[in-house]
């Protein structure tokens, strides 16, 4: 007796758990559904069928438009527990589907209002990335001429940094180059103020190694690098650089590798084959420029170093955001152009990359690298792997994965969070199912007291192909792909007559003792395969006499006492029949 309340327990646990499972990746907002009738299906039939769902359900279908009449296309209000109704009825036999009229809608766009004039996320695919991440979590530090806080700064969260120009902790900017670097990254975003950051829900972590003239040493760099690593940075920024290899500063970014951070930087502004350094070193990701009609920048270097190009702006375009006026120090937004613009494009996607769980430098990099819009013919390396592509990456990174809000919005779109969903019926089945289980092992438990036997899986899943099949599968609708082998896999034996048909009434045929008598005489005389034929019978038993309380519809037969007897009287001979086959045994099944 155990064990039977060990496994309804299972039982019960998986229908919760599965139970009208769609996927997680189809679902979507709807507050309508879409009927396709069969072309071969006659006008006045379509006709009657909209009739009684109008009478039925109390909602008109409707043509869906003018354009609609030869497919026969119709469109009703409904939600999801109207969508099971209707999948599960006759009408599923007359129609090529009956699917959710899914609502899509743009994707995510700040109100920042002067978003619309950043060409260059927009360039980058950006938005739909929005929609899985917004870099939470992830921290980017950008070691530059520092970061001063301007208005559009103050709602982004930082982390302490450090200024190894002045060897302090106040790491303020000087000229605006490293703020405005800043912004492309994490700009604070839907604040109803000026522009918007690739990653703005990452913390960023200002370094000060350039001074008020831009420039900065090697050792700063190399001691700001390691200085990151340290403190938790995911993803370092450098767009800056110059020509001369230094083992010091590759010590410092392979140590930073080592740690798990993601180093990018700056191809260079000097038209030159080759990037410079730091963005040439093996373990760093150099970033070229493109201006806003997706081709190489003038200015950019290309070539040796090149790993992947972002937009940097031109003349023609500059990349807008807030920043720092220098003589005044006072804040402004501003167009600036370059390979330093470029980087933290790449930059801000590789912590969105991070925040979708990906977390080797190498990883990132490869993600990065397949997820790119690829340029047919670059002789010349000017664009590295291609073109950044912040959605590809994202959904590239986040393939196989369910975040939890993914599974949140799956509980919520399903009524799970609803309380009347457990009254109204989303579950309705789920009791009558466990009752049937419940029942088979209750009458296996009383035969097992005349005629003693041992529990065995070969009787346990006959029981449980004959009270309930796997139940929760009938629930699962996968996109492009056919009902009718879940409806199979998820019926009882009495239930397969109908699971390809889609109907509700019972086919006396399956839902009689025909074939736990077919099983018996087959298997009897096998040691084991005997049991499923004994378990297939007083599975059956148990769902005929269940339906024959809560849901007497046979087909031909009504749902009235007729079909109510036929039922009663099958279920009576299934017990009989399993009393029978295991007349005499003893020994453990």
Same mark, same amino acid.
Request: glycine share 10%; with cysteine; proline share 5%.
């Given at each position: 007796m155990r064990k039977l309340v060990l496994l309804s327990l299972v039982v019960l646990g998986l229908g919760l758990a599965l139970f009208n499972f769609k996927g997680l990746a189809n679902q979507g907002e709807f507050d309508s559904i879409v009927l396709d009738f069969r072309e071969d299906i006659p006008a006045a039939e379509i006709s009657e069928e909209l009739e009684a769902i109008a009478g039925q359900y109390n909602i008109e279908p409707r043509l869906n438009s003018e354009f609609s009449t030869s497919d026969h296309v119709y469109t009703l209000r409904g939600d999801r527990q109207l969508l099971r109704a209707l999948k599960k009825s006759g009408l599923k036999q007359e129609t090529e589907f009956i699917e959710p009229n899914y609502i899509y809608q743009q994707f995510e766009v700040p109100n920042d209002p002067d978003?619309?004039?950043?060409?260059?996320?927009?360039? %980058?695919? $950006?938005?739909?990335?929005?929609? =899985?991440?917004?870099?939470?979590?992830?921290t980017v530090a950008v070691i530059d001429t520092g970061i001063t806080q301007v208005p559009d700064l103050k709602q982004t969260k930082f982390v302490k940094g450090y200024n190894f120009v002045n060897d302090g902790i =106040?790491?303020?900017? @000087?000229?605006?180059?490293?703020?405005? &670097?800043? +912004?492309t990254i994490a700009q604070s975003t839907n604040n109803n103020y000026g522009v918007a950051g690739i990653a703005y829900e990452a913390n960023l972590m200002p370094i000060k190694v350039l001074g008020a003239g831009g420039g900065g040493t090697v050792a700063d760099i190399a001691e700001a690098i390691r200085f990151a690593a340290n403190h938790d940075a995911d993803v370092i920024n450098m767009s800056l650089g110059g020509a001369g290899e230094s083992k010091l500063m590759k010590e410092a970014i392979d140590y930073a590798n080592n740690k798990g951070v993601v180093v990018i930087a700056a191809a260079g502004n000097a038209n030159?084959?080759?990037?410079?350094?730091?963005?040439?070193?093996?373990? &760093? %990701?150099?970033?070229?420029?493109?201006?806003?009609?997706?081709?190489?920048?003038?200015?950019?270097? /290309?070539?040796?170093? &090149?790993? %992947?190009?972002a937009p940097g702006g031109s003349q023609a375009g500059k990349i807008l955001q807030n920043t720092i006026n220098s003589p005044t120090k006072q804040p402004t937004f501003a167009g600036y152009q370059g390979t330093s613009m470029a980087a933290p494009h790449v930059a801000g996607v590789a912590a969105l990359v991070k925040s979708a769980g990906i977390s080797e430098p190498e990883e990132v990099l490869k993600v990065l690298k397949q997820s790119v819009r690829k340029v047919a013919e670059d002789p010349l390396n000017h664009f590295g792997a291609g073109h950044l592509n912040a959605t590809g990456a994202v959904k590239l990174a986040?393939?196989?994965? %369910?975040? /939890?809000?993914?599974?949140?919005?799956?509980?919520? @779109?399903? +009524?799970?969070?609803?309380?009347?969903?457990?009254?109204?019926? +989303?579950v309705v089945t789920l009791p009558l199912k466990l009752a049937m289980v419940v029942g088979g092992y209750i009458l296996a438990w009383l035969l097992r007291n005349y005629f003693p036997f041992g529990w065995s899986w070969s009787l346990a899943s006959g029981v449980i192909a004959g009270s309930s099949g796997l139940f929760f599968l009938r629930g699962i609708y996968i996109f492009d792909l056919p009902q009718w082998p879940f409806r199979a896999m998820g019926s009882s034996i009495p239930e397969l007559g109908n699971a390809v048909a889609g109907t509700t009434s019972l086919n006396p045929i399956f839902a009689s003792a025909l074939i736990p008598i077919v099983l018996v005489a087959l298997l009897l005389g096998h040691p084991q395969w005997k049991w499923f034929a004994v378990g297939s019978a007083l599975g059956v038993a148990a769902c005929l006499g269940v339906n024959a309380v809560v849901s007497p519809a046979v087909s031909g037969?009504?749902?009235?006492?007729?079909?109510? $007897? /036929?039922?009663v009287t099958n279920a009576f001979l299934c017990f009989g029949l399993a009393y029978l086959a295991s007349k005499g045994e003893k020994q453990a099944a």
């Amino acid at each position: 007796m155990r064990k039977l309340v060990l496994l309804s327990l299972v039982v019960l646990g998986l229908g919760l758990a599965l139970f009208n499972f769609k996927g997680l990746a189809n679902q979507g907002e709807f507050d309508s559904i879409v009927l396709d009738f069969r072309e071969d299906i006659p006008a006045a039939e379509i006709s009657e069928e909209l009739e009684a769902i109008a009478g039925q359900y109390n909602i008109e279908p409707r043509l869906n438009s003018e354009f609609s009449t030869s497919d026969h296309v119709y469109t009703l209000r409904g939600d999801r527990q109207l969508l099971r109704a209707l999948k599960k009825s006759g009408l599923k036999q007359e129609t090529e589907f009956i699917e959710p009229n899914y609502i899509y809608q743009q994707f995510e766009v700040p109100n920042d209002p002067d978003y619309a004039k950043q060409w260059n996320l927009r360039s %980058i695919n $950006l938005e739909q990335a929005w929609d =899985d991440t917004k870099g939470s979590g992830i921290t980017v530090a950008v070691i530059d001429t520092g970061i001063t806080q301007v208005p559009d700064l103050k709602q982004t969260k930082f982390v302490k940094g450090y200024n190894f120009v002045n060897d302090g902790i =106040d790491a303020t900017d @000087d000229v605006g180059h490293g703020t405005h &670097v800043a +912004g492309t990254i994490a700009q604070s975003t839907n604040n109803n103020y000026g522009v918007a950051g690739i990653a703005y829900e990452a913390n960023l972590m200002p370094i000060k190694v350039l001074g008020a003239g831009g420039g900065g040493t090697v050792a700063d760099i190399a001691e700001a690098i390691r200085f990151a690593a340290n403190h938790d940075a995911d993803v370092i920024n450098m767009s800056l650089g110059g020509a001369g290899e230094s083992k010091l500063m590759k010590e410092a970014i392979d140590y930073a590798n080592n740690k798990g951070v993601v180093v990018i930087a700056a191809a260079g502004n000097a038209n030159r084959n080759a990037a410079a350094y730091p963005a040439r070193y093996p373990r &760093v %990701i150099g970033v070229s420029a493109l201006d806003p009609a997706d081709g190489k920048a003038p200015y950019s270097n /290309f070539g040796a170093g &090149v790993d %992947i190009s972002a937009p940097g702006g031109s003349q023609a375009g500059k990349i807008l955001q807030n920043t720092i006026n220098s003589p005044t120090k006072q804040p402004t937004f501003a167009g600036y152009q370059g390979t330093s613009m470029a980087a933290p494009h790449v930059a801000g996607v590789a912590a969105l990359v991070k925040s979708a769980g990906i977390s080797e430098p190498e990883e990132v990099l490869k993600v990065l690298k397949q997820s790119v819009r690829k340029v047919a013919e670059d002789p010349l390396n000017h664009f590295g792997a291609g073109h950044l592509n912040a959605t590809g990456a994202v959904k590239l990174a986040m393939r196989g994965q %369910i975040s /939890f809000r993914d599974f949140f919005r799956w509980v919520r @779109d399903n +009524g799970y969070l609803n309380p009347r969903f457990w009254i109204d019926g +989303g579950v309705v089945t789920l009791p009558l199912k466990l009752a049937m289980v419940v029942g088979g092992y209750i009458l296996a438990w009383l035969l097992r007291n005349y005629f003693p036997f041992g529990w065995s899986w070969s009787l346990a899943s006959g029981v449980i192909a004959g009270s309930s099949g796997l139940f929760f599968l009938r629930g699962i609708y996968i996109f492009d792909l056919p009902q009718w082998p879940f409806r199979a896999m998820g019926s009882s034996i009495p239930e397969l007559g109908n699971a390809v048909a889609g109907t509700t009434s019972l086919n006396p045929i399956f839902a009689s003792a025909l074939i736990p008598i077919v099983l018996v005489a087959l298997l009897l005389g096998h040691p084991q395969w005997k049991w499923f034929a004994v378990g297939s019978a007083l599975g059956v038993a148990a769902c005929l006499g269940v339906n024959a309380v809560v849901s007497p519809a046979v087909s031909g037969l009504g749902s009235g006492a007729v079909a109510r $007897l /036929f039922l009663v009287t099958n279920a009576f001979l299934c017990f009989g029949l399993a009393y029978l086959a295991s007349k005499g045994e003893k020994q453990a099944a």
